[in-house]
């Protein structure tokens, strides 16, 4: 399609831009900020808050300039007396019905509406309060909802609807009654809520955060009977950055130093059973082939994987007729739970009674998840408490600890070795590339045919990627998958896992293996990530992650010599008796609301 | 006294609509159109928009599919004229939808009735299979269908009622773009108030000129009023626009008449001050058909602070000058009220009624303080003392 320039003068100051342009983005590009709250660049136009009104001359009202495309010859004025005082009114107007406790806010010092009352100094009080005070929702182990913080900027709504095809959050009444509500404002617990947590990155004010752990894990790491174990996931280390200032960046050495002084007992690594997961998934998704087409049994393909505990809820609530499909592989976070709570313990001769897992993850449904009754293979909960990169964040500042000096350390051994292909998990696409690296080397003992490895067809940040790798010259125990062309698919963010499980479920597409992550661009844009998110920040970590992958020695999960003695000493192969016991789960399905 | 009120009997007449549209469907879609443009018609809902010029853009966009609604979701305080019109002449709303699907090239049409209304729903059922009836023998291809609304005032204003018919949630779209170019679900559609159809019927009918002679340069044609409050003369009546208000209060008054809301919650209180100068039309103070006469039995505090609860009820809630200032609104005039406040409150009051005109997302928003400044400017010591 082509495009038509539209000419117009922001503040007496000529531009020509795209037609269909926003009065908001023409104006970035003379490098006039018009202040938003409603608006994000992930989101589709809302334009309610009115705090972007501008004047447009010969117009009697203050359009909206993140609603409002150009036209030719406009003439707007973004600071003008009557958008001064329009402004100045709607942000007093939000701070009226604002509980604006911030000094003991856990979003003070990140909150957007916080930053535009400082910016225009609404000092006195010019109007009457009219907040009503209720009490927060504190029944998800891992998001909190607290109205009293919520200006009504639907961010949470567009995000829960439009990227993640949920809908939990909606909005309930009218007039002054109007708020963020659930099916029949159930708790958040208790309705089809995947605790994904994109809510929260989205969320300009502290009406939605993730429910914090912080204070219990700095008790456990005081309390001297308990021996405090961490583990770090892989899109944290490309993020935690961010928390201080440095944007997205490749920290895995800083981070490991930081955690070192926080008093961490010892500090290891998901991508450790990141690579145990690719053997485990691998293996399952041969195992599936070959009784499809060896044995003539009825297994449930395509596979799909089960790394992303929101995509798993999901699936439970929305495709709960889909629940065989899924991988019964834990996630990284919950192989390692009980893994260091049995082998781990073992092997540094600790009781498991006094162990203590810290998991830190990008995501929010992680806490929901280690709560799962189904998460305590070792008869202990496997993963004691799960923390959001944000909270790591936070526990290195208030430990004093000045982030950007450390110098780099390596992970304790063992569960600390990993792989390239480990790292990339963090990724849309990653979970799918590590494991065609493993499988297609196991069935026909070469490499990829992908140069230097990186299989580019599952990577990106579109949507739903495609792809198909011919598999030829197999091993003879492999025999019947010579020829095959093995099909996969991968989806990131849940409206675009529900479009590729409709597409499977009417028969319009067909494919041996399925990557989902529930969050847009996978977990680095996980719901317990540094905020602000948008594609550009997001874009820049999965950047990180890749050069990370590329800078391992060993870039194959089957490579991994911790993975190796684990098979050797104790699991013993794959899908094993032991393996079954601790690194395989089950799912339930769940009602859809 | 010279009695100076015309009184019209256009809307409610009884005519043989058959003929009308059999001659009109002959005619071309630019030829219709340029009659209602001739005629000055405008929408009758109260925001007076040019008919003639809505169905023109609707015409012109290009669109597999167009369509018609007829917005009777009546919620405007004081308003009851449009359940008259549908009671008494159904078949002249379903005429005029007709012809304005000619015109602007739909074959879909719907009636958006508001929730309190449905007792109507059975006598316009049979009204419209009959209506179809016709169309088959004049071989016309026109559906209309009924939605009905559940109560919302914001279903009135046309985005959001559109949200509501799609299933949505009622609340306001941003605008551009206009419904003529995506209306009802992203379609081209003309939306247009009961009165304005029946009255587009009527200058099919006669052609512009009978209508264009009535009322003011401004405001041209009549208008069926629906007079309540302190008036032995409560009821529904068609008059020539353009009148005074004097000249109404003379007609409708109790001989004591204080103060006159104009055109609902949303319109505008004229103190008696200004009854002479005040012109009833689109020049003057615009109705959608509401007048409301309070005495002097009335306090205008009681009287603001209803409008006020009723907006920080009704207003849907998703922009942020509405629904605060609403709320600030009537917080604001009851600690004024007690002493909280200073009265000079209300002058910082006002400065958030220009805001909310201004930047509001829709026409409720922007109108909301109509009352309030309108009030506050004629009876300030009511208010405070």
């Known amino acids: 399609m082509s495009t038509y320039k539209v000419n117009l003068k922001i503040n007496n100051l000529p531009v020509s831009v795209d037609e ?75 701070l009226s019905e604002h509980n604006a406790e911030c000094t ?81 404002d159930k708790p958040m617990h208790d309705v089809v809520c995947t605790n994904c947590g994109q809510c929260i990155n989205r969320c300009p004010t502290a009406a939605l955060v993730e429910r914090n752990y912080i204070d219990q894990v700095f008790d456990a790491i005081y309390d001297p009977k308990k021996f405090v174990v961490v583990q770090t996931a892989p899109a944290t280390r490309v993020a935690i950055s961010e928390e201080f200032g440095m944007g997205p960046n490749r920290s ?27 053997m485990e998934e691998g293996t399952e998704l041969l195992t599936r082939l070959k009784e499809a087409l060896v044995d003539g049994k009825e297994v449930a393909l395509p596979m799909m994987t089960s790394c992303s505990p929101g995509w798993i809820k999901f699936q439970e609530h929305i495709f709960p007729d889909m629940l065989d499909n899924l991988s019964t592989c834990k996630s990284p976070q919950q192989m390692f739970g009980p893994l260091a709570k049995t082998y781990y313990a073992e092997k540094i001769n600790k009781n498991p009674a006094d162990m203590v897992v810290v998991s830190i993850m990008p995501c929010t449904a992680k806490k929901y998840e280690a709560d799962r009754p189904e998460m305590r293979g070792s008869g202990y909960k496997d993963v004691d408490f799960v923390l959001t990169t944000r909270e790591m964040g936070m526990m290195i500042k208030q430990a004093g600890i000045d982030f950007g000096k450390l110098e780099d350390e390596k992970y304790d051994s063992i569960l600390g070795e990993s792989t390239g292909a480990a790292v990339i998990f963090g990724a849309t696409g990653g979970v799918m590339e590590a494991a065609l690296r493993t499988a297609y080397e196991i069935v026909t003992g070469r ?28 091993k003879p125990e492999w025999s019947f998958l010579e020829g095959v062309e093995l099909k996969v ?105 | 006294m010279e009695n100076k009120i015309k009184k019209v009997d256009l809307i409610f007449e009884k005519i043989d609509y058959v003929e009308i549209l059999d001659r009109t469907f002959k005619r071309t879609q630019d030829e219709i159109i340029l009659d209602i443009i001739d005629s000055g018609l405008r929408g009758r809902g109260g925001a007076g928009f040019p008919t003639g010029l809505k169905w023109k853009f609707a015409k012109n966009e ?55 209304y449905n007792f109507l729903l059975p006598s316009l059922y049979k009204v419209i299979e009959e209506f179809h009836a016709r169309l088959k023998e004049l071989n016309f291809d026109f559906t209309i269908r009924i ?19 799609e299933g949505k949630r009622g609340e306001p779209r941003n605008k551009p773009p206009f419904p003529t170019t995506a209306g009802y679900l992203g379609k081209p559609t003309s939306i247009n108030n009961v009165e304005t159809l029946v009255f587009a019927l009527m200058i099919a009918k006669e052609g512009p000129s009978q209508f264009k002679e009535m009322g003011t340069f401004d405001s ?33 008054g109790d001989g004591d008449t204080k103060a006159v809301q104009i055109g609902g919650a949303s319109g505008y209180c004229v103190a008696r001050k200004h009854f002479k100068e005040t012109v009833i039309g689109f020049e003057g103070i615009p109705t959608g058909g509401s007048m409301m006469l309070f005495n002097s039995t009335r306090s205008m505090y009681n009287i603001l602070t209803d409008y006020l609860e009723f907006f920080e009820e009704e207003s849907c809630g998703q922009c942020s000058p509405c629904r605060v200032g609403c709320q600030q609104l009537l917080k604001g005039i009851e600690a004024v009220k007690k002493g909280i406040k200073p009265p000079a409150y209300l002058d910082d009051l006002q400065k958030l009624s220009e805001t909310m005109k201004l930047a509001s997302k829709c026409g409720l928003g922007q109108s909301a303080p109509n009352p309030f400044n309108s009030i506050i400017n004629n009876f300030r010591e009511e208010i405070i003392y």
Do not use: W
């Not at chain 1, 955690?259 to 145990?276: E, Q, S, Y």
């Open chain 1, 20 to 94: 269909g342009t926003t009065i908001l983005d023409a104006a970035k590009q003379l490098n006039f900020k018009i202040p938003t709250l409603c608006h994000h660049d992930d989101l589709c136009v809302a334009g309610n808050c009115r705090v972007c009104v501008v004047e447009q001359v010969g117009n009697r009202l203050l359009p909206a300039a993140c609603a409002t495309p150009v036209s030719e010859g406009m003439e707007i004025l973004t600071n003008s007396m009557k958008v001064r005082q329009a402004r100045k009114h709607v942000i007093e107007l939000l």
């Open chain 1, 104 to 184: 003991i806010c856990y979003k003070n010092g990140n909150c957007e509406l916080q930053e535009l009352s400082n910016e225009y100094r609404t000092g006195n009080k010019l109007f009457l309060d009219v907040k009503k005070l209720r009490a927060a929702d504190i029944s998800s182990p891992s998001i909190e909802k607290d109205d009293t913080k919520c200006i009504r900027c639907q961010r949470c709504v567009r995000t829960c609807t439009q990227l993640q095809a949920v809908s939990a959050l909606t909005v309930a009444h009218k007039g002054k009654d109007m708020k963020i509500s659930t099916f029949l």
């Open chain 1, 252 to 278: 895995t050495g800083k981070m490991v130093a930081a955690l070192r002084r926080l008093g961490f007992d010892k500090v290891l690594d998901t991508d450790f059973t990141a690579d145990l997961t690719i």
């Open chain 1, 447 to 474: 490499e990829v045919p992908f140069a230097n490895l990186n299989i580019k067809p599952v990577r990106g940040m579109e949507g739903i990627k495609e792809a198909a790798v011919k598999i030829k010259d197999v």
């Open chain 1, 489 to 593: 698919a991968i989806a990131h963010g849940l409206a675009n896992a529900k479009e590729l499980m409709n597409r499977i479920k009417d028969g319009t597409a067909n494919y041996h293996f399925i990557e989902v992550m529930a969050c847009p661009s996978g977990c680095i844009g996980g719901g317990g990530q540094p905020i602000p998110t948008n594609m550009e920040i997001r874009k820049k970590r999965a950047a990180a992650i890749y050069e990370e992958d590329e800078k391992m020695v060993l870039r194959k999960s089957h490579e991994n010599p911790e993975v190796a003695e684990i098979y050797k000493s104790f699991l013993h192969k794959p899908l094993g008796h032991r393996s079954h016991d601790l690194l395989h789960t089950h799912y339930y399905p769940k009602k859809r609301y």
């Open chain 2, 62 to 116: 290009e669109s597999d599919q167009k369509y018609v609604i007829c917005n009777a979701d009546e919620g405007e305080p004081g308003t009851f004229k449009d359940r008259e019109i549908l009671t008494q002449v159904p078949e002249k709303v379903l005429a005029g939808m007709a012809i304005c699907g000619k015109a602007t090239g739909a074959n879909e049409g719907y009636i958006y009735l508001r929730g309190e």
């Open chain 2, 147 to 165: 939605k009905s609304g559940s109560g919302a005032y914001v279903c009135g204003e046309e985005t959001a009622l559109m949200e509501s018919m």
């Open chain 2, 220 to 252: 041209r044609g009549s208008k069926v009023f629906s007079v309540s409050g302190d008036t032995p003369k409560a009821g529904i009546y068609e008059l020539e626009l353009g009148m005074s208000l004097e000249d109404f209060v003379n007609e409708f």
